[in-house]
Each structure stands twice: as C-alpha cells, then as structure tokens.
C-alpha cells in the first residue's frame, strides 16, 4: 500500500517523544544504572523504534499500537530501564480509541492489555526490580488512554451529526424559501394576468365602439381605431396562449409551497383562495385577523384612484405583514396597519408591539413570506423595508407607485361641453 504523508502534529508528538527519550537515556548514562541492562546502541535503537511509528497514528492507528508495543516488549525484555519514549504506547491506545470503531478498538486494547500484563508477570516472577504494584500501573496505564478515546470519538462523532443536521436544515430552509417564492412570482403572473386582460379588453371594447361612432369622420381615425382594436385582441391572445406556460409552473410551484406550509402546521386560509382582493377588502381582513386573535388598528386615507395591480399587491403585503405579526408578535401583542393614497404612491405601514424579532424556530416552521413580499414590490418598482422597530415590535413598510389607469374619454368629453 501507498505510505501516507504524516501529519504534522502527529510529527511533533513523535519527535516530542522521541527528545524526552533520548535525554532520559542519557541521564541514566550519566548516574548510572544499578538495576537493569545500561543503554547502548540496541536500547537506543529500541527507544527510536518506540517514538517515529507515532508519526502515523492517525493514519494507521491499530498498525502503529503494534508497532509501538513490540520495540517496547523487547526493550523491557532486555531490561532497560524505562524512558518517556514508554509513554509512545498510551498515544497509540489513545489513537486507536479514538479512530477506529469501538468494536474493533476494545478487542486490539484487550489484546495489548494481555500481552503487557503476560510480560509483566514475567518480570514480577523472574526479576526482583519489577514490582507486582507494575501489574496495577500496566493496566490502568491502558484502560485510561482507551477510556479518553473513547469519549473523543464519540464527541466528533456527535459533532459530525450537529454538521449534517445543520446542513440538511439549511438545505431544507433554502428549499422552503425557493418554493415560496415561486410560488408568490406564479400568483403574481395569474393576477397581473387577470388585471392587465381585463385592461386589454376594456381597451379593445372602447376602440371598437369608437370606430362604429367615427365611421362617418377622417378615415384615417378609423383605421387607427381598427389598428389598436386587433392590436388588442392579438395581445389578449398571445397572452392566453403565454399564461398556458405559466399556469404548468403554477400549479408545480403551488403545490410545493402547500406542502411546505402543511408540513410547517399552517394551515391555507380563505383569504389564500380568495379571488383578486383589493384595498376595499383590507378591513375585513383586519377583521378576520382580531378574529383570531391579534388587535389591529387600521387606517386607510387619501382618495386617489389606484390601479387594480398595485391595489391588490398592496393587499397582499398587508395580509402577509398580518401574519407574520400573528406567528411571531407573541400574545399580548398589537398590530397597527396604516395605507396612504396619494396621487402617484401608495404607502403601506404595519407595525407590532410584539417581540419584533423573528428567531430561528419562526424561521424554520416557514416565515419566508417576506421574500415573496419583495417580489411583489419589485415587480411594480417600489421600496420595501422591514425590521425591528425602535420601542420593540416589527414593522413592515413599503411604498408602491401608482397612476391614474382611468380611460380618460370622459373626460375629455366633459372638457368639450
């Protein structure tokens, strides 16, 4: 097999090890050695044969125990004394504790745990310098290491789990949000679909009925009148055969965000299936959300006619605004809806009193409203702003363009009279 490079911790314990050992030899050939075998160069070389295999422990855990354990037999054999260089078999038991499966860990610890206490009794028995107290140090010397081990591979083991888990829950929250989104950019196709056909229509019906009362006048007027009538109805056909596309994508987009919000706990409501709500509808949304629960003071000003598409997506920011103050203001909590219609803006303002932040729990059972929000407000080139609002509580604020959509042939009528 192919020798791994060694990692470099792994390297400095080894050569840690591997100073400490050499130094302990030569302190014993400085003072003397009054039991046991003096070091020469087969101790030496025994020592260094103890420490370098730590260099691979990682790599090769169960490998290394081994080969750590032999040099040391027979040093002790040999009966050289003890050096640092001993402390090489407790980093290996610890390695195969901690990187290989506890299974197969137990029964290589076992294993060397025999073999030590086997050499050991031998030393007992036939030498008077080894202790039988060494039969206790020899095996707690390899239970403690394990022990330590163990408790290491399973703390990565838990760790690597936390990993996963996170990574499939930001998976899921990232699926969750793609889901609502396309699911809002789907709804927001079919109602700008509904609203711009009905304009079309109007359109087409006035330029036709102007072309039967200019019959008589410049011909000229005529043909434009019977240019912007099929003008008219060529769009409205183009736009059907367009929103047969986009129904496909509806349908798969609605369905997953179904799925979402079932598997969140939310239920669909009615006024998710209500047909082209406008702001004439805002109060008894207002009224449905004290309904369930959360107050609302709600104030709608200004008189300035606005188109259907930005009364509806203004509609719709504010049912969402509502939710999410019902799911995340906490009891207690009051919400305050403002709308403003000015002549080229309307405005949009939905505040809470409650905790005002939404925490992570909120996050995962659903909450990516907003982003849906956002769309809605882009689409139409407006501003939307949202966030903790100072003195605690939530607040939703956008502001969405708005013109006089009106066919302005009264009018101008009324200015001929």
Same mark, same amino acid.
């Given at each position: ?16 090890? @591997? ?21 020469? $160069? ?20 169960? @490998? ?28 290996? &038991? ?6 290989? $499966? ?5 029964? +290589? ?24 107290? $060494? ?19 399973? =703390? ?5 789990? &936390? ?6 829950? *930001? ?12 699911? *809002? ?5 079919? !109602?700008? +679909?509904?609203?711009?056909? +009905? *304009? ?15 019959? #008589? ?7 434009? &009148? ?19 596309? @986009? ?7 609605? *369905?997953?965000?179904? +799925? ?7 239920? &669909? ?21 004290? #309904? ?78 907003? =982003?849906?929000? =956002? ?28 013109? #006089? ?8 009528? !009324?200015?001929?009279?």
């Amino acid at each position: 097999m192919d020798l791994k490079t060694p990692r470099w911790g792994d390297i400095a314990i080894a050569a840690a090890l @591997l100073v400490l050992g050499l130094i302990g030899i030569a302190q014993t050939v400085e003072i003397g050695v009054t039991r046991g075998h003096p070091y020469d $160069a087969i101790g030496v070389a025994l020592v260094v044969a103890q420490v370098v295999p730590l260099a691979w422990r990682q790599h090769y855990p169960r @490998l290394v125990l081994w080969a750590v354990l032999v040099p040391w037999l027979i040093a002790v054999g040999f009966g050289y004394p003890d050096t640092a260089a001993m402390f090489a078999i407790y980093v290996a &038991l610890y390695g195969v504790a901690a990187y290989v $499966a506890r299974r197969e860990a137990l029964i +290589h610890g076992a294993a060397v745990l025999a073999v030590m206490i086997a050499w050991t009794t031998v030393g007992v028995l036939v030498t008077d310098f080894v202790p039988w107290t $060494a039969l206790v140090a020899v095996t707690l010397a390899v239970i403690v290491p394990m022990m330590v081990g163990f408790v290491d591979f399973r =703390r990565r083991e838990r760790l690597t789990e &936390l990993e996963v888990a996170h990574a499939r829950r *930001e998976q899921a929250q990232r699926t969750v949000a793609t889901d609502a989104v396309r699911a *809002e950019r789907a709804r927001i196709a079919r !109602e700008l +679909h509904d609203v711009v056909a +009905h *304009e079309i229509t109007v359109m087409t019906l006035q330029a036709e009925g102007a072309r039967r009362l200019a019959k #008589d006048s410049d011909e000229r007027v005529v043909q434009a &009148l019977g240019t912007i009538s099929e003008s008219g109805r060529t769009g409205l056909a183009e736009m059907q055969r367009m929103i047969g596309v @986009l129904r496909a994508s509806e349908q798969e987009a609605a *369905e997953a965000a179904e +799925h979402d919000r079932v598997v969140a706990g939310v239920p &669909l409501t009615d006024a998710d299936l209500a047909p082209m709500p406008s702001l004439a509808a805002i109060p008894q949304l207002a009224q449905q959300v004290e #309904d369930a629960g959360l107050p609302v003071d709600l104030t709608i000003s200004g008189t300035s006619h606005v188109p259907a598409g930005v009364e509806l997506s203004a509609y719709r920011i504010v049912q969402e605004a509502l939710t999410n103050a019902m799911k995340h203001a906490g009891p207690g909590a009051r919400a305050t809806v403002a709308v403003e219609r000015r002549r080229r803006l309307v405005r949009i303002t939905v505040d809470d009193d409650g905790r005002g932040a939404i925490s992570d729990a909120a996050r995962l059972s659903g909450g990516h409203g907003l =982003r849906g929000m =956002r769309e809605r407000v882009q689409a139409l080139g407006g501003a939307l702003e949202y966030g903790p609002r100072r003195g605690g509580g939530f607040r939703v604020m956008a502001e969405l363009p708005s013109g #006089d959509d009106q066919v302005a042939v009264p009018r101008a009528k !009324e200015e001929t009279r």
